[in-house]
């Protein structure tokens, strides 16, 4: 999960089942034990207010249609989450299988369903996902890939999306921008800052730790609600560079195409302050 916003203030810190069963695709041929991280059960019933459907999402579901090559040929989303972005997307190019490896998070996807949001929800493990049929797009966005917490998950991840990408598909890389987040840091190995959000008395509260060990970012949450209540929730994730995207990217048979800092992509060059790291793929 990344920061929905741009931080305002940053400090030094101190240290601090679903009830039916899930579909699964028809067409999966995905085997094995699925590796739940628990993000589901942490923020499944406040997922909504650290990213609400706002301008935001327009934006990234309009650069995702200029970017897929043939929505007619299918459409795969990797960490599909309560459907934020698969939900609206598939109104513009048709049915996308989303794969999330949380069931609480396909719970809410399923519950927002509706009759003109063609999206599958199936129970998977990115790293391990295959089907019988090949798509033009690929995307993981929201941080997904960096959910993954060595460079052999992530590049596994990468390879699965490759094979399922047709001639001339297209992967769709989206999360955090390694470099801001060592600036933010400032040097420091902790950081606390606050993102205020657009409904008054609301707002995030992170408490961030690099980890010495593989690149790892250690986030506390704090959620501000208007009435004063909180929710608390946790995640570590892998901070990964671009250049390290382009290598999982080739060994998988992949060619790196462009970078992007923040959607909609074609107006948002990428660079060392970029927010994120959003980068594309296509398959010879």
Same mark, same amino acid.
């Given at each position: 999960m990344s920061t929905p916003a741009t931080p305002t203030t940053a400090a030094p810190s101190t240290p601090s089942a679903p009830s039916t069963p899930l579909p699964t695709a028809a067409h999966s041929t995905t085997t094995g034990i699925i590796d739940d991280i628990g993000y589901g059960r942490q923020f499944d019933d406040w997922y909504h207010r650290l990213f609400p459907d706002d301008a935001s999402v327009a934006a990234e579901v309009e650069s995702l249609v200029s970017l897929h090559p043939d929505p007619a040929s299918?459409?795969? %989303?990797?960490?599909?989450?309560?459907? !934020?972005? $698969?939900?609206? @997307?598939?109104?513009?190019?048709?049915?996308?299988?989303?794969?999330?490896?949380?069931?609480?998070?396909?719970?809410?996807?399923?519950?927002?369903?509706?009759?003109?949001?063609?999206?599958?929800?199936?129970?998977?493990?990115?790293?391990?996902?295959?089907?019988?049929?090949?798509?033009g797009l690929v995307y993981a966005v929201c941080a997904t890939l960096s959910m993954l917490l060595t460079p052999? %998950?992530?590049?596994?991840?990468?390879? !699965?999306? $490759?094979?399922? @990408?047709?001639?001339?598909?297209?992967?769709?890389?989206?999360?955090?921008n390694k470099p801001a987040i060592l600036t933010l840091h400032e040097g420091r190995a902790r950081a606390t800052y606050f993102t205020p959000y657009p409904e008054p008395g609301t707002g995030l509260q992170s408490h961030s730790l690099l980890l010495p060990e593989g690149s790892l970012w250690h986030l506390s949450h704090v959620w501000y609600e208007s009435d004063g209540t909180t929710r608390v929730g946790t995640e570590v994730s892998r901070l990964t560079a671009p250049d390290e995207l382009d290598a999982y990217a080739r060994d998988a048979g992949l060619l790196p195409e462009r970078r992007f800092g923040d959607w909609p992509a074609d107006?948002?060059?990428?660079?060392?302050?970029?927010p994120l790291a959003i980068c594309t793929y296509i398959k010879p």
């Open positions: 299918g459409t795969v %989303e990797f960490g599909v989450g309560n459907g !934020r972005i $698969a939900l609206p @997307l598939s109104r513009r190019v048709g049915r996308i299988t989303g794969v999330d490896s949380s069931p609480e998070m396909l719970e809410l996807l399923r519950k927002n369903l509706t009759d003109d949001t063609p999206v599958e929800p199936l129970h998977a493990d990115i790293r391990t996902y295959t089907a019988d049929r090949t798509v052999e %998950e992530q590049r596994q991840a990468v390879q !699965r999306a $490759a094979d399922l @990408l047709t001639p001339g598909g297209r992967l769709v890389v989206e999360t955090h107006t948002s060059p990428y660079g060392p302050h970029s």
